[in-house]
């Protein structure tokens, strides 16, 4: 899908559009206040802004010279424009004016990384624009969903409040297979520690820590909802849901940090079970050197080459100081497991 959209006339009025909507751009339209509508043709204009028709325009581009084209030809306050086009902010954000509002969203840990880790949502009086700069799946699902059943009288902010809905879904679906993952690496770890690897452990702490992040990125999105007073963003009607939104976001919150303290238990236990098996073959490799060293010694006083050693003319002494050492290394052996030293 291509993100390339159309410039700008240089002197736009208040009837002009971006020219011929580009693939990046898609709209609908609210009828009979129940269904949105597609819009197959139609391009935004500052004609839309305000008139009794709510629109929700989507946008995809990476470039935030496009998506700059696109509020501007909407007739979006030049404020609004700059923090929207800001793609190097790394937090949730929110600004509201008196007929406009702006608000930045987490997008789900399983869609993020270092530079696609937010949505740009543009409140204006009728006019509601989304702006993703990668498609993301579960945004289209969630428009599809609305195309089909709007809920009747659904504000602006009811619908943010459905985007991190469906966004805090998919992470509650990523938070269900971690812990069905540290569940199966505990069963593993039980099985021994050659069943897992530290790799394992790591990796799987990484992707709890990117979902703790993002549902706290979430959490803090929903608590910028009330402040967004102005003409387009209205939340006195939607204080229940956000009340719920951010319960249900605490709860995950809460499963998240739970999941950290057994992993951070995981890996203390491998780390011991290590630990456990370096010094298990440390002991056998100090046994050895134990039950060597007594037989080093007499192979070292029998190398010499004095000339009166009494054993070296017997007939018996080579015998006699094989079965010595046979002897000694028995009775360190016996000796060694009677303490329990071998097990």
Not at 56 to 61: I, M
Request: hydrophobic share 45%.
């Amino acid at each position: 899908m291509s993100s390339a959209i159309l410039p700008v006339p240089p002197a736009a009025t208040p009837t002009d559009a971006i020219g011929d909507r580009p693939p990046g751009v898609r709209c609908w339209q609210l009828a009979n206040g129940m269904d949105f509508v597609p819009l197959p043709d139609e391009a935004p204009t500052r004609v839309w802004v305000g008139d009794a028709t709510v629109r929700w325009v989507d946008v995809q581009t990476p470039s935030p010279v496009d998506l700059r084209q696109t509020l501007e030809a909407l007739g979006t306050p030049p404020g609004l424009v700059e923090l929207a086009t800001d793609f190097e902010a790394r937090i949730s954000d929110a600004h509201a004016e008196r007929d406009a509002a702006w608000l930045r969203i987490p997008v789900p840990a399983a869609l993020s990384d270092e530079e696609h880790r937010f949505i740009n949502v543009v409140a204006l009086p009728s006019v509601i624009v989304t702006h993703h700069r990668r498609p993301m799946p579960r945004l289209e699902q969630l428009e599809q969903m609305l195309v089909h059943a709007m809920p009747a009288g659904t504000s602006s902010t009811g619908l943010v409040l459905e985007i991190l809905e469906e966004f805090s879904a998919e992470d509650l679906r990523l938070y269900v297979r971690s812990r069905s993952d540290v569940d199966a690496l505990a069963r593993q770890l039980d099985e021994g520690p050659d069943a897992v690897k530290l790799e394992d452990i790591a990796d799987l702490m990484r992707r709890v820590d990117l979902l703790s992040t993002v549902c706290e990125d979430h959490l803090l999105a929903v608590s910028l909802l009330p402040q967004l007073e102005s003409q387009a963003f209205r939340t006195a009607v939607d204080r229940e849901h956000v009340a719920e939104v951010t319960r249900t976001l605490e709860r995950y919150q809460f499963g998240l940090k739970r999941i950290e303290r057994r992993l951070e238990g995981l890996r203390a236990l491998y780390s011991a079970t290590l630990q456990e098996r370096a010094n298990q073959r440390l002991r056998v490799l100090t046994v050895m050197s134990t039950v060597f060293l007594p037989l080093t010694l007499l192979a070292s006083v029998y190398g010499m080459n004095f000339e009166h050693m009494p054993e070296l003319k017997s007939r018996l002494g080579y015998p006699s100081v094989l079965a010595a050492m046979v002897t000694i290394a028995g009775l360190q052996l016996w000796w060694y497991r009677r303490k329990g030293w071998l097990d």
